[in-house]
């Protein structure tokens, strides 16, 4: 005690040791004292992390130093972790999420991206500056890589979003057998080089496991199909196989012939006799002449035209049916609808205007000029007043997609009684009924204005004849709308065309002409939409003609 200066305090051994803990508060009692304390701050919990986050105040920014490093990564993803578990609780909040994630996403998409410039500083090249080096791996590879780096996130969201589909994710799941074989995929089954998952930026393969190439297949077999109806040669076919983009050809026939047997179950559904046993489905066709052509011509081998027949079944609208009279839709009324029509008396008041049409077509004009002046000219001054831009409406009906069926392609002609004969045969047998019930109902058939004259004469052909399979008296064949279209169309046009040889001629011709569109002859009905858009544009350049 002697070598204590006197007046300093006295430490014992037990003041020396670790200071005592605080005691245990729940997590609960906790964040109420904290929330507490935030809301007497006049503070919410968002704006107390938010002012956390974003102030500058050096004891704030030594509290946060580690949440953006390696070290404090693991706690700062589980904070970012909680408020996406909290976003997506309930289905408003996922979709707000997402749309937020979307957001980052395009933004961090935008700012990444390969290097402006001229090559080889950057990555624009011009046919100019080409070279035989632009084809090397070694090129290849470097663009590719430079392409990566630059784009990191892109690349990797790519590569997760394809890796998706590896084996490793299916493994223990067991797939249904495919009836059509893996194999029509791939030519060589041992070539080892299919079994690779990894991208090098250039060639892309699908995996060889059954699971796999089954979950991938939909849009590879969408392409096959696509593909092959529009044209592609096999050698290409080959390639984007190869590549992965599309099934094989022999996979594409094979998904044609199981379309094919649900297409011929479809057909015998509308043909069949329960669902409307008083009129069948309206039949349209009309031929389709295509050549093979053989460019290495040798014996045996030379182009051929085949002259063949296209069509599709389109039912009737149930609530149009619905409003039918049954009683008119028969057989017998249709062959006394017929006779009655032969002794028809054509007058001419039949085809003059009436009060109402005079009015309506007046209606129209108007209608038209208010259109022209507003396209090309002029603007409404007041736009409250409504002008009148559209013809007013006649007998309105309501807009529905139509319910079409298309018919399997038949080698036979139509341009023939003996052609129109095997088209009807054709028909049935796709329709799977017999001949007898086939013609039991009435069945309306839509063709060009060719088509009904043979059909007619094929009808009188057979005259006299017992029952309507051999008399063909079910059937009434007339112009279909579009044929009706065209036709009516052509007429008009040819009818104002002119003669472009007379230079004091002021048919049609030359208002192309002025309008900048030189025309040595009328455009045909098979360019249907621009004979039409020459019939518009010759109508409304006389309407400003008029108004100017």
């Known amino acids: 005690m002697d070598g204590i200066a006197a007046g300093a305090p006295y430490h014992s051994n037990e003041a020396t040791g670790p200071l005592p803990r605080?005691?245990?508060?729940?997590?609960?009692?906790?964040?109420?004292?904290?929330?507490?304390?935030?809301?007497?701050?006049?503070?919410?919990?968002?704006?107390?992390?938010?002012?956390?986050?974003?102030?500058?105040?050096?004891?704030?920014?030594?509290?946060?130093?580690?949440?953006?490093?390696?070290?404090?990564?693991?706690?700062?993803?589980?904070?970012?972790?909680?408020?996406?578990?909290?976003?997506?609780?309930?289905?408003?909040?996922?979709?707000?999420?997402?749309?937020?994630?979307?957001?980052?996403?395009?933004?961090?998409?935008?700012?990444?991206?390969?290097v402006s410039g001229m090559a080889p500083q950057g990555s624009y090249h011009t046919s100019a500056t080409l070279s035989d080096a632009f084809f090397t791996k070694e090129e290849r590879d470097h663009r590719n890589t430079a392409l990566i780096n630059r784009m990191p996130f892109l690349y990797r969201l790519l590569c997760s979003k394809l890796q998706g589909n590896m084996p490793g994710e299916h493994v223990g799941s067991v797939a249904p057998q495919d009836p059509v074989q893996d194999d029509s995929d791939d030519k060589h089954d041992s070539d080892p080089s299919e079994e690779l998952v990894d991208y090098d930026g250039s060639v892309l393969k699908t995996s060889k496991d059954p699971a796999t190439r089954r979950a991938i297949r939909?849009?590879?077999?969408?392409?096959?199909?696509?593909?092959?109806?529009?044209?592609?040669?096999?050698?290409v076919s080959g390639y984007l196989n190869y590549i992965g983009i599309s099934s094989s050809r022999?996979?594409?026939?094979?998904?044609?012939?199981?379309?094919?047997?649900?297409?011929?179950?479809?057909?015998?559904?509308?043909?069949?006799?329960?669902?409307?046993?008083?009129?069948?489905?309206?039949?349209?066709?009309?031929?389709?002449?295509?050549?093979?052509?053989?460019?290495?011509?040798?014996?045996?081998?030379?182009?051929?035209?085949?002259?063949?027949?296209?069509?599709?079944?389109?039912?009737?609208p149930p609530i149009l049916l619905s409003r039918l009279d049954p009683s008119e839709l028969t057989v017998e009324a249709l062959n006394t609808a017929l006779h009655l029509g032969k002794e028809l008396k054509i007058r001419p008041d039949m085809f003059a205007p009436t009060p109402d049409s005079t009015i309506h077509f007046e209606k129209t004009l108007k209608s038209q000029i208010t259109q022209v002046i507003l396209k090309y000219f002029a603007t409404p001054t007041d736009k409250r007043v409504e002008l009148q831009k559209s013809p007013p409406e006649v007998n309105p009906i309501t807009s529905e997609d139509p319910n079409i069926t298309m018919l399997k392609l038949m080698l036979a002609s139509d341009n023939s009684a003996l052609g129109v004969g095997e088209v009807f045969t054709g028909v049935i047998q796709q329709s799977g009924l017999k001949a007898?019930?086939?013609?039991?109902?009435?069945?309306?058939?839509?063709?060009?204005?060719?088509?009904?004259?043979?059909?007619?004469?094929?009808?009188?052909?057979?005259?006299?004849a017992l029952g309507d399979h051999n008399s063909l008296d079910n059937i009434l064949p007339i112009p279909g709308a579009a044929?009706?279209?065209?036709?009516?169309?052509?007429?008009?046009?040819?009818?104002?065309w002119g003669n472009e040889k007379l230079a004091r001629d002021t048919g049609a011709w030359r208002t192309l002409h002025a309008l900048g569109i030189p025309t040595e002859k009328p455009v045909t009905k098979k360019d249907f939409n621009l004979m039409l858009s020459h019939v518009e544009k010759i109508h409304e350049a006389t309407l400003l003609y008029f108004v100017l």
């Not at 044929?483 to 009818?495: D, E, F, K, S, V």
Request: hydrophobic share 45%.
């Open 22 to 114: 605080a005691p245990r508060v729940p997590m609960n009692k906790k964040l109420k004292m904290i929330c507490a304390l935030i809301d007497n701050l006049n503070l919410t919990p968002k704006s107390f992390i938010i002012a956390f986050l974003e102030q500058d105040d050096d004891s704030m920014a030594f509290k946060r130093r580690l949440w953006a490093t390696d070290q404090g990564w693991d706690s700062t993803e589980a904070l970012l972790l909680a408020i996406k578990h909290l976003c997506c609780s309930h289905v408003a909040g996922r979709a707000l999420w997402e749309e937020f994630i979307l957001s980052q996403a395009i933004e961090i998409v935008s700012a990444q991206r390969p």
């Open 436 to 464: 007898a019930d086939f013609h039991s109902r009435l069945q309306i058939v839509e063709g060009d204005l060719g088509s009904c004259n043979i059909f007619d004469s094929l009808r009188k052909q057979r005259t006299p």
């Open 250 to 316: 022999r996979t594409a026939h094979a998904a044609l012939k199981s379309l094919g047997a649900e297409a011929q179950a479809k057909i015998e559904a509308l043909y069949c006799m329960d669902k409307s046993p008083l009129v069948a489905p309206m039949l349209c066709y009309d031929n389709l002449d295509f050549q093979e052509k053989i460019h290495m011509k040798s014996l045996g081998h030379s182009s051929k035209m085949f002259h063949g027949t296209w069509g599709y079944v389109h039912t009737i």
């Open 218 to 235: 939909v849009q590879t077999l969408s392409n096959a199909l696509l593909f092959l109806a529009g044209g592609v040669t096999e050698r």
């Open 483 to 496: 044929h009706t279209l065209w036709n009516l169309a052509q007429a008009i046009y040819l009818g104002h």
